[in-house]
């Protein structure tokens, strides 16, 4: 019988992101409780993040050692919208690379089955902005719990699967950047008639015209979309010296479009990570990115063009 290596070969200096999908209790304990037990053997922090059912196999196989855990929390209660929930994670993945050299996790986003399609976008994003974190990412995924559509989703958002004694690479995992393209909404082009659109040298003139301009089904969103909006002008106006603004609204949403004939952007990814306290100006794609219901972007050496999605 091979024996089974519940991570192979990962040499903890990196991320390693596995998706395991199971439906039994059975394959479930034949994952997860190995997994457990190595991290626990090697004196590495062991965090669970997950639902009641996987709670309450852990507590059973795991018998005392479960109090040795780092953290055993329910899932449940983790879920804050896509922008704040990885906020959280994140800002526990750097105390835990502060204070120890490696760690494990094992987590199941529960609320998946509801919101699969905005945590898809961090799930992809994490291998990119997380690269040099030294974790193994055991995410479960419940095959009878969860759509089609995620599941196929949680298939091209994680490098790993699990090969029955060690994880493998997985062969429909997709870079970041082209899954984030691919999920985002649509591009199409503006409206013959906008409800606004004007050239924009300083922010200041955009925020009274927005203001002035939002139609009374968003008034009650005009400040997330003027702080939104303003945040997009600011960073724009770093790469041109004028940047084009429009706005329209398509049925019960409210687009707003900011676009500049700068070096188009280095990194899409940076809307979705919170960036470093330290990082001076690298907090305007994120903070709008919280603000705003979706978001879109059309980037390339002549230009960039970025639209957010109000709903009423």
């Known amino acids: 019988m091979t024996p089974v290596r519940p991570t192979g070969d990962w040499d903890g200096t990196c991320l390693a992101h596995e998706a395991f999908l199971f439906e039994t209790d059975g394959e479930l304990g034949d994952r997860v409780v190995p997994f457990a037990q190595e991290g626990l053997s090697r004196d590495e922090p062991v965090l669970v993040v997950a639902g009641e059912r996987v ?10 050692d479960v109090r040795r855990l780092a953290a055993f929390a329910s899932a449940e209660n983790w879920w804050r ?10 800002r526990t993945l750097r105390e835990l690379r502060a204070t120890v050299p490696t760690w494990r ?5 529960v ?4 919101e699969g399609r905005e945590w898809s976008r961090f799930e992809a994003v994490a291998n990119r902005c997380y690269a040099t974190m030294p974790y193994y990412s055991l995410c479960l995924h419940d095959r009878q719990q969860l759509p089609a559509s995620v599941l196929e989703a949680v298939a091209r958002t994680h490098p790993l699967t699990w090969g029955g004694d060690a994880p493998v690479e997985a062969a429909t995992y997709e870079d970041p950047r082209t899954f984030l393209r691919s999920e985002q909404p649509a591009w199409s082009a503006r409206p013959m008639k906008p409800i606004a659109m004007m050239t924009v040298t300083a922010p200041r ?3 009274r015209a927005l203001v002035a301009a939002v139609t009374d089904g ?12 303003n945040e997009l002008l600011t960073n724009a106006l770093r790469a ?6 429009a706005f329209w609204t398509d049925h019960d949403t409210l687009v707003v479009e900011v676009s500049d004939n700068g ?14 306290d330290d990082l001076e100006g690298g907090r305007g794609m994120w903070l709008a990115w919280s603000l705003a219901d979706d978001a879109a972007v059309d980037s390339r050496s002549a230009g960039t063009a970025i639209r957010l999605y109000f709903r009423r």
Do not use: F, I, K, N
Request: glycine fraction near 6%.
């Open 55 to 64: 709670r309450t196999l852990l507590a059973t196989e795991l018998g005392q």
């Open 81 to 90: 919208g896509g922008h704040a929930t990885l906020q959280a994670y994140d």
């Open 105 to 109: 996790l094992v987590a199941e986003p």
């Open 111 to 114: 609320w998946l089955a509801a």
């Open 205 to 207: 003139e955009a925020r």
């Open 218 to 229: 968003w008034r009650a969103r005009v400040e997330e979309v003027v702080l939104a909006t």
């Open 240 to 245: 041109a010296a004028s940047v084009e603004m």
């Open 263 to 276: 070096p188009g952007l280095r990194d899409e990814t940076c809307a979705y990570v919170p960036p470093a």
